[in-house]
Nanobody
């Protein structure tokens, strides 16, 4: 069983940056896609960015294109989300997740989830 633990969330002013990390432990394998998702109060969970098993394919939600970058280091079993030019509407709990597929941009394919980390962007 794989366990995912997110870190790096916090409070930042609009225009600032944060870097989220997601460390995988347990029965890890590099042959799975990873993704970052977020859920704001009163809203459904949504895809932020996903990355294929080898880092060669990725997907970004339109709302974060050009501002966020997803990457992974399979040697460290870690996936990152660099968030720049943050906006108040980016405020949410951010979740890391994994799927057994080698690539997917579909939230429903992700079956292993971390506990989430809060990101708050003040105006």
């Amino acid at each position: 069983q794989v366990m995912l633990v997110e870190s790096g969330g916090g409070l930042v002013q609009a225009g600032g940056s944060l870097r989220l990390s997601c460390a995988a432990s347990g029965r890890t394998s590099s042959n799975y896609a990873m993704g970052w998702f977020r859920q704001a109060p009163g809203k459904e969970r949504e895809v932020v960015a996903t990355i294929s098993w080898n880092g060669g394919l990725w997907y970004y939600a339109d709302s974060v294109k050009g501002r966020f970058t997803i990457s992974r280091d399979n040697a460290k079993n870690t996936v990152y989300l660099q968030m720049n030019t943050l906006k108040p509407e980016d405020t949410a709990v951010y979740y890391c997740a994994a799927t057994s597929r080698i690539y997917s941009a579909n939230l429903r394919d992700y079956t292993t989830w971390g506990q989430g980390t809060q990101v708050t962007v003040s105006a």
